[in-house]
């Protein structure tokens, strides 16, 4: 029994500390899968070692294929005590495409096709929050190297996300507007490149060496508010991003994550992206302070990945 | 001016978002040295290459030194905007000397004059913040092999203390006593080995795969009011522990961090080290919600250690 309980998954937070973890020693089983495109899951060919697909796209004329299918080895599941699902986005047949190389329509469909699932997940009456995430290459705690996203949506949202949502809250109580909405208007990031839905900036206060921010321009809270301009919009930047990271910093792992409000939530958070490229090792400070050391300024960061950006166009 | 006021260290935090970070370009320069001794700063004869030794002290019995000196690319310093100190104690003449091997002796001599240093570093009335912690292996941010460990000092508190110092003297308001010592009484954490000072326990709530946690047995908040008894008897048990680790995780990357109180505040922390081997880079959904995955239950920890340590004796 006591091992058994072990194999669940189990959330467990401790807000006098400030910890917070999810504890799933099935996970401890998945592969790790670099170039051996022939052991490779997320591979042609492979459909049946997939536990079950939810969503499927095709883009014919890249022949290229979308695929939403369950995470074989959860970190939540539909059970009690951790109440979720958690899925992987296989955005590419290619065992080692890049999305930095997807075409504007592959972005498109990628961005469309994980905001249905969005939808279907926001539908559970028990799901409180979705979080969505690529961790690319294993310095970024990628286990595939195949491209590939995870979507996590559970029953609780994180300690972290809670005192957000509070002291969000009390700012616009007290100043009748939301938070990032005041700082893009204030102009306190450092602008890297802009289109009509988007600005992508160094953020004024970065955690993460040359990490950059899709703020969204109007306020939306929830990724399913996204319509498809912006959809089209983010793919545009985050395309030219990370093809301006990959000559800044080649071959750099990298994680982007959609940092939104579940629905039903109050409108306090702003939606926006992060794309943080993963330099060194977080080291014994930040595991013991919360406090990040950044060896380089957001001007400075702005300031390289502009140019590079600009070279492009 | 722009350029210069970027190579000084600076501290950013938003509450709101909860994040919180230092900028200092010239950490940037730091060197990398892994294997080669040669050009390592930390070996015998490199005292020239030294900023400035703030404490030395000798084991002749061992042909052992340790050496607290002033970190060559710190980041804070004695300047206006993120004041403070930042040192690296050089607690082994040998290159390739491991923590796991030092003496008893050493062990107590080497807590002894990090103390020593703490007590130093207090007087100074600007600072209100000291964290010693240690980076073993690249995987666990050390940019040197030469063993080592770091003391940095400041003039804030971090973003995350200061909200856990809120909600621990709560805690004690409402409940008459201190949160950790209740913990200690109520048995929630899972017992690894214990003496008359401390318990080694895999916490309750374990972020970190592996991960332990030395808690003082009676209640202190700082690292400077811990005794001899006490420091002994911390040494005893991070060399046990890091033996077991070593067979249990061979070569793993590892941080120590002690968690503290500085002087002169509210007593409502309490004294503990965390011990956490570094198995696996933070992935993106980490980074997003700042809830970690572990995929190993402080049970299941707690049992392959304590065996361990139990066969050793």
Redesign the interface.
């Known amino acids: 029994m ?1 091992k058994e309980r ?1 194999k669940m998954p ?1 959330l ?14 099935n ?2 089983k998945r592969p790790f899968i670099m170039g051996e495109k022939e052991k490779c899951p997320f591979c042609k060919g492979k459909e049946r070692q997939l536990e079950e697909i939810y969503l499927e796209v095709h883009l014919p004329e890249e022949r290229e294929r979308i695929r939403i299918v369950k995470n074989k080895y959860p ?1 939540c599941e539909p059970i009690k005590g951790n109440y979720g699902f958690h899925d992987v986005v296989i955005d590419t047949l290619s065992h080692k495409k890049e999305p930095k190389d997807f075409s504007s329509a592959h972005w498109v469909l990628l961005l469309e096709v994980m905001q249905k699932r969005w939808y279907q997940l926001q539908k559970d009456a028990q799901v409180k929050f979705t ?1 969505i ?3 690319n290459g ?5 286990s595939i190297i195949h491209s590939h996203w ?1 979507i ?1 949506a559970f029953d609780t949202l ?4 809670k ?2 949502n509070i ?2 809250m009390h ?1 616009y109580e007290e100043e009748k507007q939301c ?1 990032i909405c005041e700082q893009l208007h204030d102009k306190v990031h450092e602008l890297i490149i802009e289109n009509s839905e988007w600005q992508a900036v160094a953020p ?6 040359h990490e950059t921010w899709l703020i969204l321009k109007t306020h939306k809270s929830q990724y399913g508010q996204l319509n498809l301009k912006e959809l089209q919009g983010a793919g545009e930047l985050l395309k030219k991003l990370l093809n301006a990271y990959n000559e800044l910093l080649p071959k750099v ?1 990298y ?5 939104s409000n579940a629905m039903n939530e109050e409108p306090y958070l702003h939606f926006y992206i ?1 794309l ?1 490229p ?1 330099l ?21 960061h702005a300031t390289a990945l502009r140019q590079l950006v600009e070279t492009r166009r």
Chains 1, 2 share one sequence.
């Open positions: 006591g072990n189990m467990q937070e401790d807000s006098y500390l400030k910890r917070n973890s999810k504890i799933t020693e996970r401890a970190f979080q995430f690529k961790n294993s310095g970024a705690g990628a995870q996590a994180p300690l972290k996300q005192e957000q002291a969000l700012y938070y004024a206060v970065s955690q993460y060496t792992p994680n982007i994550c959609f940092m992060q943080i993963r060194v090792p977080m080291g014994g400070f930040e595991v013991a302070t919360g406090c990040y050391i950044n060896t380089v300024h957001p001007k400075t």
